[in-house]
Each structure stands twice: as C-alpha cells, then as structure tokens.
C-alpha cells in the first residue's frame, strides 16, 4: 500500500516558480512509475507529467513542456514538480499519483491505483 502526501501548493504570481512535493509511504514507492495531474475548477483531472521508477524516463502535457519539471529521489520516497513560467492557466488543484508494483511512467490516470489528497496552486497577480 502506498500513501501519498503533496505539499508545496499556494499563491504564485504570473511568471513565478514553485516546487511541489509528494512524500510517499511504504517500499513499493521505489517500484512505482508516479504522475502529476490536475483539475481547475469546472474542468476534468488533466494529466500533467509523468516518471518512471528509476527517473530515466519523463513525458509531459504539451501546455506544461519546457515549463514544467518532474523528478524523484527514492532514498527520500518523493517526487517533485518544479513549476516555472507559471500562468493564470495552471491554477488548479495539484494531485500526485502512484502505480502498484508498475514501474512504468504513464499519462493515463486509470493506471494508477494510489493518489494524494491534492494541494492547491493559483497564479494570479
């Protein structure tokens, strides 16, 4: 079973930076590809970026490419988002998500089994 806990949300002015972070319990953290999505309001959970177990493979939405930055340290059980550039487009809420014993990195969100509670962004001046 795997846990996952994101925190480094908030307000962040346009073209400002922020590094979101997702502490994951339990030993199947090293084994799991892990994503980032994303849901403003009145729209569907997006995907956002993706990693696999050992972080050699990463693939990212278009919106966010250039912009956007996933990476994991397993000794730490966590993974990042370094968000730059940011616009009033990324506000939404921020969901971190694991797959169960697939190390594999993946853009669908219903290949994975274990997501965290969310943490919010908003950009705005």
């Known amino acids: 079973q795997v846990q996952l806990v994101e925190s480094g949300g908030g307000l962040v002015q346009p073209g400002g930076s922020v590094r979101l972070s997702c502490a994951a319990s339990g030993r199947a953290f090293t084994y799991s590809g892990m994503g980032w999505f994303r849901q403003a309001p009145g729209k569907e959970r997006e995907f956002v970026a993706t990693?696999?177990?050992?972080?050699?493979?990463?693939d990212y939405a278009d919106s966010v490419k250039g912009r956007f930055a996933i990476s994991r340290d397993n000794a730490k059980n966590t993974v990042y988002l370094q968000m730059s550039n940011l616009n009033p487009e990324d506000t939404a809420v921020y969901y971190c998500?694991?797959?169960?014993?697939?190390?594999?990195?993946?853009?669908?969100?219903?290949?994975?089994?274990?997501w965290g509670q969310g943490t919010q962004v908003s950009v705005s001046s």
């Open positions: 998500a694991a797959r169960s014993w697939n190390s594999r990195a993946s853009e669908n969100a219903v290949e994975y089994d274990h």
């Open positions: 990693i696999d177990w050992n972080g050699g493979i990463t």
